[in-house]
């Protein structure tokens, strides 16, 4: 029986010898391609990580050369501004020396001041009442009554005949007066408010109209 079964054996057809040797051929081609298939997905995600390394180089550089252009522009900016406050501070100095020269050259005496409107009498009087009833103090009157000492002598008719300036105040022409009263001519109460209402929108005080005089010769 066996010596049968091994003829048997033997009597395989041609075409079934073959058809396994195709099989066994294909497999082996089918496992090469599929090792070459692995080997170029292997070098495909090689290539993708190197790609992805040198495009964060490339972003790394981009930002350092970013980083270094603001430094320059921040450096920049703050050198110009240490320039500017440097010739700021200088002007303000000049500013300041040239304040202090004419300071020097100007040195106004506002005294002595009254400790009262007492110490006046006659249109002195008047105008101290007027000052203090302005809201200001016995400094200002000190400043008025020398700056009015020197234009009238606190001569309610006193006139300027080459000028027309008339009054307490010397308003020029003296018929300005007229916007307090119609009696500018004869009432002292009349010109000092005027006057005072003059020397708050001129130089703001009796001191400062003052001051101006001194400099100027007139106010």
């Keep these: 029986m066996s010596r049968q ?12 010898r073959y058809a396994i040797r195709a099989v066994a051929v294909l497999t082996l081609v089918g496992g090469v391609a599929g090792a070459f298939r692995l080997d170029d997905g292997a070098r495909w995600q ?8 040198q495009a964060q180089i490339v972003a790394h550089a981009e ?3 970013l980083t270094l252009q603001q430094q320059e ?12 406050a440097k010739a700021a501070a200088a002007r303000a100095a000049a500013v300041d020396r040239e304040a202090s020269r004419r300071g020097a050259n100007r040195t106004v005496n506002f005294g002595p001041i009254p400790k009262s409107c007492s110490e006046f009498s006659g249109n002195r009087a008047i105008g101290c009442a007027l000052v203090l009833e302005a809201g200001m103090d016995l400094t200002q009157m000190a400043c ?3 700056l009015w000492t020197r234009e009238s002598g606190w001569n309610h008719k006193a006139e300027n005949k080459s000028s027309g300036a008339y009054g307490i ?3 020029l022409p003296g018929d300005k007066m007229a916007s307090i009263a119609d009696d500018w001519r004869t009432n002292p ?9 003059y020397i708050k929108n001129r130089h703001k005080t009796p001191c400062g109209a003052w001051a101006h ?3 100027k010769g007139w106010y």
């Design 73 to 84: 522009l921040l450096k920049e900016a703050q050198d110009r501004a240490a320039i500017e």
């Design 189 to 197: 109460v009349t010109q000092i408010k005027w006057g005072l209402g």
């Design 169 to 171: 105040p010397q308003a």
């Design 213 to 215: 005089s001194e400099e």
């Design 5 to 16: 079964r091994r003829a048997h054996r033997r009597a395989r057809p041609a075409t079934t």
């Design 46 to 53: 090689q290539d993708s990580i190197a790609a992805g390394h």
């Design 63 to 65: 930002s350092a050369a």
């Design 144 to 146: 008025l009554n020398k």
